[in-house]
């Protein structure tokens, strides 16, 4: 063989190799997103599992991606007497009835620029699945992008998986965030409602249900709102973005973070960002607000001095 024809197959290996990576890097595996694109063109393979998770009642039955079936966050994923999540074996029935196998692409979205499909991803992620995505731009864009809705329920055949312990070390408890404040942790807590909460100015979003009867927030808790995250269309930003938004509040990775809300919803969106686009150790404390803030004898910082009650 001549030096010419082993230097052509060589090369040949070299870019057939560059190609591959290239191709790998674009591949939704890759990435813990997903475009509508994407999703349009594999909304009929068997291994792909969409799943709707919306904060609004009946938006599902209005019309979905197509294939797409739904979770009710409230009573799906969570324990209804137990303020908790759903328990193993509940998630495992639920799993199971929605078809989904630990092969299986599962794929995120919902209203509110994935609020709660980013809650659901948390609770996926905890239960040991991994390949767990979400719609970037979740319904917001993929209706901006004229992509079709549908209103029959997908019908699928129920799988038999067996769903691991939920993990518990991407959540964190009452007990861990005590620590942080007792300076017995070196850990980062970062509080991500509107600065209007975390001042103390509010205690909840208007509307909002669940409430603690102190306003605040948890003592040396950075505030970064989540949705400085997200871009106008609803996608989220650009890692380089992402990195330098966190890092001029001082968030960059390099030790443990713990992130909370009011209920751990939205807090789940910014876990998400952290934890599974710039790969940072991150838990979720979705006992949040209402529970830290209504626990009796824990400091906290309400700069605004407002007072239950009060006028």
Known sequence: MSFKTILSAAMALAIGAAVA?????????????VTGEWLEKNANDPKVRI???????????????????NIVWHTDLVDTVRRDVA?????????????IEKDSTVVLYGDNNNWFAAWGAWIFKSYGFENVKLLDGGR????AEKRPFD?????????????????????ANLAAVSDVVANKSNVTIVDIRSADEYSGKIFAPAGSQELAVRAGHIPGALNVPWGRAVNE?????????????YAAAGIDGSKPIIVYCRIGERSSHTWFVLSQILGYDVRNYDGS??????????PVINVAGTVWGGK
């Open 140 to 143: 917001k864009k993929w209706e």
């Open 87 to 99: 328990t193993q074996e509940k998630f495992q029935d639920l799993v199971r009835k929605l078809g």
């Open 21 to 33: 990576t290239s191709a790998q890097a674009q591949a939704p595996k890759a990435s813990p997103l």
């Open 151 to 171: 209103t029959r329920v997908a019908s699928v055949a129920p799988s038999k998986v067996t769903v691991s312990a939920f993990d518990k070390k991407l959540r």
């Open 289 to 298: 607000w209402t529970e830290y803030g209504n626990t009796v004898g824990l």
């Open 233 to 245: 269309d609803g996608t989220i930003k650009s890692v380089d973005e992402l990195k330098k938004l």
């Open 51 to 69: 799943v709707e998770v919306s904060v609004e009642p009946g938006l599902f039955e209005r019309g979905h991606i197509p294939n797409a079936q």
